[in-house]
């Protein structure tokens, strides 16, 4: 009812709004004088050291926070790390042992698949670290550990606050892996820490800018087929960008590795085709802002999502919204906000069901 919206028209928006608390509420706990202190991990440093694969394993917008965490891990960190929906990981027999740590990402912590991967690597005998938002739920409990996201209830189906904490845990965990692996000095934990501190509100500012992106939604409510494309940590955003609209708006959507556009999703670009563009990277601004170039030329209409300041961005885009400055590790928790705003403002324009998309539920715990 309305006052369990706390005045918001959907759950989605209030969840939306709830996003610099659950950020916030994931962090604050573990940052204790200038270091990341996880004790629920319960890894010895030494233990932390001798870790040779990380697997992550999630359905969903959750599983989109492993692919995140994949780019963030391996470069922060230096650890190979394989990422995998939880129906595919459990049948295919993967290679583990008990110097892997198997990290499953849960907002419900009873997704079926997952669960069921989570008992298979466990019976391998890996180490499994539960991500989970729901306090005593089925992987949370059958987990070796686990650490809380601490989004609070999400009632909508779709996932925006819970994908938040997420993102902020993966943070947490891969600076800690980094720190007591001797890949980051203290001067660099400390400098991500003040970054992390910063996104709150800067997630604030971001959600405040909404009367911009809903305008701008309005536009497109008749589209047939929407993109997105970006290059590492902003291809998998580019995913959840992709999966929010498609779930609760029904027009087709689909985010691809932007270099590999020229093998299949160009075709379907026409004139007048949405292409919505993440630059948040700087190492590859130029390679994204020829993909842009690529699309226009097809007839596309590129919508940027880069950083403040990147004024080149506007060149190769039809229209730009900037997110602030923070650590290119940092930036999907900045970008999402402008997409999920975008998919609210097309669903809500479309009349769509927007707290229960048909077909879908909020957790599956059938296979
Ligand atoms: C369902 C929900 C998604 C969610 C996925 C995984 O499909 O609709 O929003 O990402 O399950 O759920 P979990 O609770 O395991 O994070």
Same mark, same amino acid.
């Given at each position: 009812?309305?006052?369990?919206?706390?005045?918001?028209?959907?759950?989605?928006?209030?969840?939306?709004?709830?996003?610099?608390?659950?950020?916030?509420?994931t962090f604050?706990p573990r940052l204790k004088?200038?270091e990341i202190i996880i004790e629920e991990l319960g890894m010895s440093p030494e233990e932390i050291r001798q870790v040779e694969k990380i697997m992550i394993v999630?359905?969903?917008?959750?599983?989109?926070?492993?692919?995140?965490a =994949?780019?963030i891990f391996e470069?922060m960190a230096r650890i190979p790390v394989?990422?995998?929906?939880?129906?595919?990981?459990?049948?295919?027999?993967?290679?583990l042992n008990d110097r892997t740590v198997v990290v499953v990402i849960? @907002?419900?912590?009873?997704?079926?698949?997952?669960?069921?991967?989570l008992?298979?690597a466990k =019976?391998q005998g890996a180490r499994v670290l539960g991500i989970v938002?729901?306090?005593?739920?089925?992987i949370a409990r059958e987990a070796d550990n686990v650490m809380y996201t601490?989004?609070?209830?999400?009632?909508?189906?779709?996932?925006? =606050?819970?994908?938040?904490? @997420?993102?902020?845990a993966v943070y947490l965990l891969a600076m800690k892996f980094a720190y007591e692996r001797n890949e980051i000095?203290?001067?660099?934990l400390?400098?991500?820490?003040?970054?992390?501190?910063?996104?709150?509100?800067?997630?604030?500012?971001?959600?405040?800018?909404?009367?911009?992106?809903?305008?701008?939604?309005?536009?497109?409510?008749?589209?047939?087929?929407?993109?997105?494309?970006?290059?590492?940590?902003?291809?998998?955003?580019?995913?959840?960008?992709?999966?929010?609209?498609?779930?609760?708006?029904?027009?087709?959507?689909?985010?691809?590795?932007?270099?590999?556009?020229?093998?299949?999703?160009?075709?379907?670009?026409?004139?007048?085709?949405?292409?919505?563009?993440?630059?948040?990277?700087?190492?590859?601004?130029?390679?994204?802002?020829?993909?842009?170039?690529?699309?226009?030329?097809?007839?596309?209409?590129?919508?940027?999502?880069?950083?403040?300041?990147?004024?080149?961005?506007?060149?190769?885009?039809?229209?730009?919204?900037?997110?602030?400055?923070?650590?290119?590790?940092?930036?999907?928790?900045?970008?999402?906000?402008?997409?999920?705003?975008?998919?609210?403002?097309?669903?809500?324009?479309?009349?769509?069901?927007?707290? =229960?998309?048909?077909?879908?539920?909020?957790?599956?715990?059938?296979?």
């Open positions: 009812n309305a006052a369990e919206k706390g005045g918001y028209e959907h759950f989605m928006l209030k969840e939306m709004y709830e996003q610099p608390k659950a950020i916030a509420d604050s004088n200038g999630a359905c969903g917008s959750a599983s989109h926070v492993g692919h995140t =994949k780019y470069d394989e990422v995998d929906v939880a129906s595919e990981f459990r049948y295919r027999n993967p290679i849960s @907002q419900s912590g009873e997704t079926a698949d997952t669960l069921a991967a008992r298979e =019976k938002n729901v306090v005593g739920s089925s601490w989004a609070g209830p999400e009632i909508a189906v779709a996932t925006t =606050k819970a994908y938040s904490a @997420q993102l902020t000095s203290r001067e660099m400390s400098e991500l820490i003040d970054e992390l501190k910063a996104l709150p509100i800067q997630v604030e500012m971001l959600l405040n800018n909404q009367g911009k992106i809903q305008k701008f939604a309005n536009r497109y409510l008749a589209a047939k087929n929407i993109f997105f494309i970006g290059r590492g940590i902003d291809y998998a955003i580019s995913m959840e960008g992709s999966l929010k609209l498609k779930e609760i708006s029904y027009i087709h959507s689909e985010a691809y590795a932007a270099g590999e556009l020229k093998h299949g999703t160009i075709s379907l670009v026409e004139e007048g085709t949405l292409v919505v563009s993440l630059v948040t990277q700087k190492e590859l601004y130029k390679k994204i802002m020829s993909n842009m170039e690529e699309v226009r030329t097809r007839g596309a209409f590129v919508m940027g999502v880069t950083l403040e300041g990147n004024l080149e961005a506007e060149k190769s885009a039809d229209y730009t919204v900037y997110i602030p400055e923070t650590s290119p590790y940092f930036t999907n928790s900045l970008a999402i906000i402008p997409l999920q705003l975008f998919a609210y403002y097309i669903a809500v324009g479309r009349g769509c069901d927007v707290d =229960k998309p048909r077909n879908l539920a909020k957790s599956v715990t059938v296979e």
